[in-house]
């Protein structure tokens, strides 16, 4: 129902539609269907946990992040429900694989890199080439971004997560830093509340280079 209020699908939105075919397959292996409505994790004769495609997902796994259409209500008038903080992409798909924390006083981004070792992200990164150098190439420059620092109320129930990068506002590719979005933001509160013509703004998070490069290699090496 969101999509179909969108122009016609851009490569973006290809790319969340994508990553939601790309998930519901992962949980269909991994829980076949018969098994969805029972007992989904089974054991074997010795008590520990089985199951049948535990190792594609191991040696395929999606980025820890993923694209996606959010819509949120500007019916706030005191403070928009997400904050924002400056972040800097190091060009590497790695970065995909990245778990993000942000310490709320100081708003600094600490990042957890996957374990050199960990075989489904070399799997993946290198698409069948378990080469650890790959986790350190680069596709493209470093770059600026912006990030979600803190979040409440029906930005959490829409989707939204502290981490999720924002690519794109209103279906425009953002281009900017944490002010300026802001700035943005507190423009279209204020004229909803002047003339109340715009009553939600969009954001599509995750849609970056990184994301759709590890889950392009993701794919290639799946067909193997």
Known sequence: PLLKRLQPLSS???LIDESKK???KQQQRAFPRGMMNQQRISRNSSGSFSLTNIEHMRMHPLPVRMPKY????LVDKRRFPITFVNDTWDG??????CRTAIMPLTGKVIRKHPPRNHVGVLN?????NMDKELLFSRIDVPK???IVKSLWGEAGRRG??????????NGEEFHGNAQDLVKVIRELVLANEKNGDRKYLTL??????????????RANVSLR
């Open 144 to 146: 600026s971004r912006v």
């Open 92 to 97: 590497t798909v790695r970065d995909a694989y």
């Open 124 to 128: 993946v990164l290198g698409e069948g």
């Open 70 to 73: 959010v819509e949120v209500p």
């Open 160 to 169: 939204v997560m502290k981490g999720d990068v924002v690519t794109h506002l």
């Open 12 to 14: 973006i939105y290809e």
């Open 22 to 24: 790309a998930r519901h």
């Open 204 to 217: 599509v998070l995750n849609a970056e280079a990184p994301i759709a490069e590890a889950l392009k290699r």
